[in-house]
């Protein structure tokens, strides 16, 4: 329990640390943020704010990781998976802020680097591990192996995951909090399933973004970018798999799971009859031109995020106690 403390608060002082290191240094190689014209014209104010913050949130994960559980496999696999997700979206931010080319990667490109990272993950859990192809079912709290679907499984969690905490990171501190909050909840999934060194993992990345938010906060002195979204996606999406919790993980993301459902409604319905759902998506901007002050918008947010992680911790709860 000590450790777990100590990793979370050695994350949250070194981003708290590093923060003002890395954001004038950020401002002077001119990586600010360009701001989509379509968007809430109150975001445009925005535009030149330092982005790709996400290397302090990587940072301060993996100070303490080192340090603490370094020599753990299961925790390196994870990182590599975190930082691996780092990189893609670091080398979008870059195309986009450096190169001037505001689609960053090409769709194929991005996706190429995430298969990449999915067949690791599914290759070393499943053959190095003992991870095997089951899939562990809430509620009634038993596994079903799904054999050779398990990787495509394992792909569309990946995928899915590092995608919806990207369209999430579009208010200040929105995903920094939102992650936080999940990799808090997944830290105690991770004890609960025997995997202390992957707890460590959690509670550091949860202090990292917390340390973070100290400078993502409204208003903003620096945006995560790709480089932090991708990653903290990748991050999750990890530790679901390496603790067979892939289907827990829609409660415990239930706010990244309401923003890319959003968009994906948003495209049907535009594309089916011409007409849109939401005043915008994702769904963050949608309330924010229903009048709600950006403030406003991301409290509420977190507020639901928590109660999706409280929701995802009983029903683990009542699986492990049995199930239904």
């Known amino acids: 329990m000590q450790e777990l403390l100590y990793a979370a608060g050695l994350a949250f ?21 360009s701001i989509r014209q379509e968007g809430p014209e109150r975001h445009l104010a925005k535009a030149g704010t330092p982005t790709m913050g996400g290397v302090i949130i990587l940072t301060a994960l993996l100070v303490p990781v080192l340090f603490f559980v370094g020599n753990d496999a299961e925790v390196l696999l994870a990182l590599f998976v975190t930082f691996g997700h780092g990189v893609i979206g670091f080398i979008d931010d870059f195309i ?18 995430q298969i990449i990272m999915a067949v690791a993950l599914a290759y070393i859990a499943t053959t190095y591990f003992g991870r095997g192809t089951d899939l562990w079912l809430p509620v ?73 938010l100290r400078y993502n906060i409204h208003p ?28 827990l993980l829609v409660l415990v993301g239930g706010i990244f799971v309401l923003e890319a459902l959003s968009v994906i409604i948003q495209v049907i319905s535009f594309k089916s009859t011409g007409k849109r759902v939401f005043k915008m998506s994702p769904i963050h901007h949608h309330f924010e031109l229903s009048g709600w002050s950006e403030t406003k918008v991301v409290t509420v947010f977190w507020f639901v995020g928590s109660l999706f992680a409280v929701l995802a911790l009983l029903v683990l709860v009542i699986s492990r106690s049995g199930g239904v």
């Open 96 to 113: 986009k802020v450096v190169l001037k080319r505001s689609l960053g990667l090409r769709a194929k490109q991005k996706l190429f680097g």
């Open 13 to 33: 002082i070194i981003a708290l640390l590093v923060g003002p290191v890395v954001i004038p240094i950020l401002r002077r190689l001119k990586f600010g943020q």
């Open 140 to 212: 009634i709290g038993i596994n079903v192996d799904f054999g050779y679907l398990y990787y495509i499984l394992i792909f569309l969690v990946l995928v899915g995951t590092t995608n919806a905490v990207n369209l999430t990171d579009g208010l200040d501190g929105l995903a920094a909090g939102t992650t936080t909050v999940a990799a808090t909840a997944y830290a105690v999934i991770a004890m609960a399933f025997a995997k202390p060194h992957l707890a460590i993992f959690c509670v550091s990345l949860a202090g990292a973004t917390l340390g973070f």
């Open 220 to 247: 903003a002195k620096v945006f995560m970018g790709d480089t932090g979204s991708l990653a903290l996606g990748g991050a999750l999406a990890a530790v679901a798999v390496l603790t067979k919790t892939e289907l």
